[in-house]
């Protein structure tokens, strides 16, 4: 590499890779901004979920909603008990749908629409003759009245449909239901993703004690053991995307100006899949409006925002071929460059690796300032519940996840695990169902 690109991406390496120093900064930081949460002030919502985690002997079956912003999932579940779940239905279907030309998240639709076409799909999934108490994950800051009521506080993730901020979802959901006429389907809990996958993971192992999602979204929640208003056990949404009190380069500032919500959510569009491409993105035109690469082509080189995906990233972690033919072919076919040279392509992945590494480093950090929370000494081993693409199928995220407990625990990151749970939005609507109708 030329030493002005070498130096460069020297620079921007400083500010994407937190040492473990600063990865202990922002535990305890972190830590902080929770005790402030539970007492009502602060940048985390600490939302309650009035829910426990289950004991695993729960039964029955259930019709459950996910609803987290790209998809709808509609499936019935049903709980055997002894930890154990059977999928019985399902049907996923997507919020927009150009060629069907519907969009279901932007401000034109309405909460009523939206609310319409989720009950049309259930309404193919049920029969008339059966009840179906159904359990909700909705994946959006929702201040929880009870476990079946919920107020959208704000939109994240970038949706936008009109009228639902400040509404109570239980009751959108149950009017639609009602024009449908599917007086069957009886909603019974309301839940976030984050509380979904804890309480999937703790149906079938008690030692799980936080869940998380690192996919388009992010956000992660956990059993406090004495919530304050209760004194009791209660699993607790932090919506931790909105923390911010970590180092945010002039990138993430650039990428915050343009989004739907400047100022909000700080972490997640530092970490979440929807993100990740976007700031890589911002990252490869500087360096070209730097002439640090691809100096013979114009603008239309990475000027479109969200044009690289956060999927493209993990293909460039993947080229593992010594010419990094890829990572190449990627580039000619949509930047129309003819001949990238192997600097541009290994440029590429670089701050590919950069970006994801840093978010799977802070989001461990922030996991580390729940773990001092809960249990300061790490006398108990802990099972930490994620779902999501990035944890799932990003290359190396995982392994980076388990270095950062390493830099911040040293030989006591060993009692504790990282654990795939697929589907705990699904899964954890059925089982908050069951939980608050035993
Ligand atoms: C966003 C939402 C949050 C959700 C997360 C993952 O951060 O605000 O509620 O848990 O995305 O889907």
Not at 4 to 20: G, Y
Not at 134 to 148: A, I, M, Y
Request: glycine share 6%; proline share 5%; charged share 20%.
């Amino acid at each position: 590499m030329n030493d002005s690109l070498v130096k460069k991406i020297q620079t921007i390496a400083k500010q994407f890779l937190p040492s473990a120093a600063e990865l202990l900064e922002i535990a305890d930081q972190f830590q902080k901004e929770m005790t402030k949460g539970l007492a009502g002030g602060g940048y985390l919502k600490m939302l309650r979920s009035f829910l426990p985690i289950p004991t695993g002997q729960e039964k029955g079956s259930y019709i459950t909603i996910d609803f987290g912003g790209t998809n709808i999932r509609i499936q019935v579940v049903e709980l055997l008990g002894v930890g154990k779940t059977r999928l019985k239905k399902k049907l996923l279907f997507p919020l927009k749908n150009p060629t069907a030309n519907y969009d279901y998240t932007s401000p034109t639709a309405t909460a009523e629409e939206l609310f319409d076409f989720i009950a049309a799909q259930i309404g193919k999934l049920v029969e008339t003759n059966q009840s179906y108490p159904l359990g909700h994950t909705f994946s959006f800051p929702c201040r929880q009245l009870s476990v079946n009521r919920a107020n959208l506080l704000s939109w994240t993730k970038e949706i936008k449909t009109a009228g639902m901020e400040g509404q109570e979802i239980t009751a959108l959901l149950e009017a639609a239901l009602q024009r449908a006429n599917l007086h069957q389907v009886i909603p019974v809990a309301i839940i976030n993703d984050t509380t979904g996958t804890l309480l999937t993971a703790s149906y079938r192992n008690p030692r799980a004690t936080i869940g998380s999602i690192c996919g388009t979204g992010h956000n992660t929640c956990y059993l406090e053991p004495q919530e304050p208003t209760t004194d009791k056990p209660m699993i607790i949404n932090m919506e931790s995307g909105n923390f911010n009190k970590f180092f945010l380069s002039p990138y993430d500032k650039l990428l915050d100006q343009s989004s739907e919500k400047p100022g909000q959510q700080a972490l997640e569009k530092a970490v979440a899949g929807h993100y990740l491409g976007e700031i890589a993105r911002l990252l490869l035109f500087d360096l070209w409006q730097q002439g640090l690469l691809f100096a013979n082509f114009g603008k239309q080189v990475f000027h479109q925002p969200y044009s690289l995906k956060t999927r493209d990233l993990a293909s460039f972690l993947e080229d593992n071929t010594p010419q990094l033919a890829v990572i190449r072919s990627w580039l000619q076919k949509n930047c129309c460059i003819p001949e990238p040279t192997l600097e541009e392509c290994s440029a590429l992945k670089t701050i590919a690796r950069l970006v994801t590494t840093r978010s799977a480093r802070l989001i461990t950090a922030t996991y580390a300032g729940v773990l001092q929370h809960i249990d300061p000494e790490l006398s108990h081993p802990h099972v930490i519940a994620v779902d999501g693409s990035l944890f799932e199928k990003m290359p190396l995220y995982q392994t980076t996840m388990q270095q950062a407990l390493a830099d911040i625990f040293q030989e006591k990151a060993r009692h504790i695990s990282l654990v795939l749970v697929k589907d705990g939005s699904g899964t954890g609507a059925a089982i908050a169902a069951a939980v608050c109708q035993k």
